[in-house]
């Protein structure tokens, strides 16, 4: 079992915490039969390469805060795909794509902690209650210098429980 990444996103839609483990990087084409051939004359060209605009400038890499952003929306609207299609009681709690399995859970106050693991893994489901229960609220809620909340994506700033953690995944490995 792989951990890629772990994010946790407050109920205002803000990212309070990542963590980056493992990154899941793809080759953008190989040189394999499963790549689709690329013909002589579209190799060739006749004269300067054309300008892509905007296209051009676009970084190979997201940032974190990008990344962020794209994974509360997937989460936003699989939850609510969910709970339209299955009634109130049917609840989200993960997917799995050809690269890698996102695992969701949702706290009563709507903290939401996220994990992209590879895709052999189980369920993570009890793994991230426990985060929150023995890692979260022992060192961040009940933290007097912790704010309650997080204004403006100003994060989960606490050593002890990045620490704990980084060894929690671990020993879940």
Not at 15 to 42: E, F, M, V
Not at 164 to 171: E, I, M
Request: hydrophobic residues 40%; aromatic residues 10%.
């Amino acid at each position: 079992m792989v951990v890629y990444s772990f994010y946790i996103f407050d109920r205002h839609t803000e990212c309070i915490y990542s963590r980056l483990w493992a990154r899941h990087d793809r080759p953008l084409s190989s040189g394999g039969s499963a790549a689709r051939p690329i013909s002589g004359s579209s190799v060739a060209s006749n004269g300067p390469a054309p300008d892509l605009g905007p296209a051009r400038a676009r970084p190979a890499r997201l940032s974190a805060q990008d990344d962020a952003k794209l994974i509360f929306g997937t989460i936003f609207s699989l939850r609510n795909m969910v709970r339209k299609l299955g009634g109130p009681d049917d609840s989200f709690i993960s997917y799995r794509t050809g690269q890698y399995k996102l695992h969701y859970y949702e706290t009563p106050t709507s903290i939401k902690f996220v994990m992209l693991t590879d895709i052999q893994t189980l369920n993570m489901r009890n793994v991230l209650h426990q985060i929150y229960v023995n890692l979260y609220v022992e060192f961040v809620v009940k933290n007097p210098l912790s704010p309650v909340e997080h204004p403006g994506g100003e994060g989960v700033a606490n050593e002890l429980f990045e620490l704990a953690l980084d060894q929690f995944v671990k020993g879940v490995l």
